[in-house]
Nanobody, 125 residues
Framework: QLVESGGGLVQAGGSLRLSCAAS????????MAWFRRAPGKEREFVAA????????SYADSMKGRFTISRDNAKNTVYLQMNSLKPEDTAVYYC????????????????????WGQGTQVTVSS
């Protein structure tokens, strides 16, 4: 089970740090990723990280503002979000995958096997 936390309401330009804690399984064999779904839009890729944490990947609109990291000892993945914009408003989901995503960060949601319930992020203008 993956459980996201850290969402909330923030003003534009502010920061939030999302956490994804795994229970019932260890994440140290899973590639991890964050996706988001904005109102009326399809789910989109945000960021991904491989098992060791040595490789990361970001959607273009998040580069330079968001940072994905992981602490395998704590069984947790993080998403640091800075310089937030109103268009970042969405439900953010954590995902875990096996196979190639463990070696290389991947952006396709179909490559992830386990998903959290999501945490709401609202950015006001």
């Amino acid at each position: 089970q993956l459980v996201e936390s850290g969402g909330g309401l923030v003003q534009a330009g502010g920061s939030l740090r999302l956490s994804c804690a795994a229970s019932g399984r260890t994440i140290n064999t899973y590639g991890m990723a964050w996706f988001r779904r904005a109102p009326g839009k399809e789910r989109e890729f945000v960021a991904a990280i491989n098992v060791s944490g040595s490789k990361t990947s970001y959607a273009d609109s998040m580069k330079g503002r968001f940072t994905i990291s992981r602490d395998n000892a704590k069984n947790t993945v993080y998403l640091q979000m800075n310089s937030l914009k109103p268009e970042d408003t969405a439900v953010y989901y954590c995902a875990a995958g096996v196979g190639l995503v463990g070696l290389l960060p991947r952006s396709a949601s179909a490559e992830y096997n386990f998903w959290g319930q999501g945490t709401q992020v609202t950015v006001s203008s």
